[in-house]
């Protein structure tokens, strides 16, 4: 096989990956390059957060392939839009290729150092945009000072809090978390981050840090005053009717016991006792719980101001939510993936001495382990506005089971890179008929996909989602 057809039959492997797969933070589908402000202005929130792929040719809803007209202009009209609408400068990979007897274009935006980037012409202040979900949305002036903010080597919580000093830090406090760990002297919270570390002065003339304030401050709504849980318990699963509240607005050290407790006392617990040994069993997982929790205030971006951490508590599920988006430059497939990218360097470095985490990243699988052995239905994380949320569900799995048929469609195409309705029947010994009929079924059930030209394509071919 040639160097040239074994790139095509690449590429047409790449794009049908691509084509399984819904829009998302890093994915949009465009049928056509006009209007091109719409791709202009994704190409300016992939390069503010965390970079992402345009496949223009693509039909959104259904992925009916309709491919570019005369590709090569619309790539050179892409080029120069870019050059001369968007600054800082943003360099994307622009790739034509040919799928099905349809060119499509490809554009591969990467995450910028140079953030925000935004239209030349309409400014920052009202151009400057971020990909939330699937949808591109306009940064607010927190958000844009969050984004210069990933040019400094300092993060949020390293900063010094105006006007403080070590007066703000409850001592009393620092020495009751650590008994068990070390003993502390006031210059360990220097090199801890909890106060500023300046260079010639002293432990007790340097002022306190963001993450100081939050982990240890009597003060903290002086310096932070969105900086709090606000915790509440719901009848049925909206918020329509409130049966409990509390607000915590205690330093966030000790923080953590007094969120379980308003959760605990909002699930089904039972004691179990063995060998005389009394045990509660939560109707969450409390490891998932506890790790959610201490995830919220991990990542929160304190600095976006304007609300607080929630807990809400429902009949069918637990969502604890906190401000601030993924760190920038990175997705959900590192997300999932375990890779870690600190928000918070002086919480981090406090909370694992105090063995509240153990690895970095690893708080995700272990939410995850935990409801799936718990035969629970997987959580769910999701970038809501600018927040974040972690959502544990109480109700067990229950799976919607596939016919004979079915399952021998989807375990066929769990091999493959795709394949026709003729090449499905004829591979299980049945009419192309009655093949349809199951993979109708397979299609309603969302289990597999189809991509076409048309709905008469006789070239359509059957993927398994997440191919």
């Given at each position: 096989m040639t160097s040239e057809l074994l790139q095509s039959k690449f590429q047409s492997m790449n794009i049908e990956k691509t084509l399984t797969q819904n829009e998302s933070k890093v994915l949009e589908f465009k049928e056509t390059v006009d209007p091109i402000q719409k791709i202009l202005t994704t190409i300016i929130s992939f390069s503010n957060t965390s970079g992402g792929k345009i496949v223009l040719g693509i039909e959104d809803k259904t992925k009916v392939i309709k491919g570019i007209e005369n590709v090569q202009q619309a790539e050179?009209?892409?080029?120069?839009?870019i050059y001369d609408s968007i600054e800082p400068l943003v360099v994307p990979n622009i790739e034509t290729i040919s799928y099905q007897g349809k060119d499509l274009l490809i554009i591969e935006v990467f995450p910028g150092n140079s953030r925000p980037y935004h239209f030349k012409l309409k400014g920052e202040s009202s151009s400057t945009y971020v990909r939330v979900g699937s949808t591109n949305r306009v940064a607010d002036s927190f958000m844009i000072e969050s984004l210069r903010r990933t040019k400094s080597p300092k993060l949020f919580d390293?900063?010094?809090?105006?006007?403080s000093s070590i007066k703000d830090i409850d001592m009393d406090l620092v020495k009751g978390a650590f008994p068990t760990v070390r003993k502390l002297k006031t210059e360990n919270l220097m090199t801890m981050g909890v106060l500023a570390d300046r260079e010639h002065?002293?432990?007790?003339?340097?002022?306190?840090?963001?993450?100081?304030?939050?982990?240890?401050?009597?003060?903290?709504?002086?310096?932070?005053?969105?900086?709090?849980?606000?915790?509440?318990?719901?009848?049925?699963?909206?918020?329509?009717?409130?049966?409990?509240?509390?607000?915590?607005?205690?330093?966030?050290?000790?923080?953590?016991?007094?969120?379980?407790?308003?959760i605990r006392k909002h699930l089904n617990v039972s004691i179990?006792?063995?060998?005389?040994?009394?045990?509660?069993?939560?109707?969450?997982?409390?490891?998932?719980?506890?790790?959610?929790?201490?995830?919220?205030?991990?990542?929160?971006?304190?600095?976006?101001?304007?609300?607080?951490?929630?807990?809400?508590?429902?009949?069918?599920?637990?969502?604890?939510?906190?401000?601030?988006?993924?760190?920038f430059g990175m997705t959900f497939d590192n997300f999932y993936s375990g890779v870690s990218k600190i928000r918070n360097r002086v919480i981090s470095r406090v909370f694992h001495e105090l063995k509240l985490i153990e690895r970095w990243g690893s708080g995700v699988h272990r939410i995850i382990?935990?409801?799936?052995?718990?035969?629970?239905?997987?959580?769910?994380f999701e970038e809501i506005g600018t927040s974040f949320r972690v959502t544990l569900f109480k109700k067990k799995i229950h799976e919607e089971k596939l016919s004979s048929t079915e399952q021998k469609i989807r375990d066929?195409?769990?091999?493959?890179?795709?394949?026709?309705?003729?090449?499905?029947?004829?591979?299980?010994?049945?009419?192309?008929?009655q093949v349809r009929a199951s993979l109708i079924e397979l299609l309603n059930k969302g289990v597999i996909l189809?991509?076409?030209r048309n709905d008469n394509d006789p070239e359509k071919k059957y993927f398994l989602r997440g191919f």
């Open positions: 050179e009209k892409l080029a120069s839009s390293e900063l010094e809090a105006p006007g002065d002293s432990a007790k003339s340097c002022p306190v840090t963001y993450g100081g304030v939050l982990l240890f401050s009597k003060n903290k709504a002086r310096y932070l005053p969105d900086a709090w849980i606000q915790a509440g318990s719901f009848q049925g699963e909206t918020r329509a009717h409130i049966i409990d509240s509390q607000e915590i607005h205690v330093p966030f050290v000790i923080a953590i016991p007094e969120a379980m407790m308003f179990h006792i063995n060998d005389l040994q009394h045990k509660e069993e939560w109707s969450l997982p409390q490891v998932a719980v506890r790790e959610s929790l201490i995830n919220a205030l991990l990542h929160c971006d304190y600095s976006l101001g304007g609300s607080p951490i929630r807990i809400a508590l429902y009949n069918d599920r637990l969502e604890i939510e906190n401000p601030g988006l993924l760190p382990d935990a409801c799936e052995s718990a035969g629970l239905q997987k959580p769910t066929l195409l769990e091999d493959s890179s795709g394949l026709s309705t003729k090449q499905i029947a004829d591979s299980i010994g049945m009419s192309t008929r189809e991509i076409k």
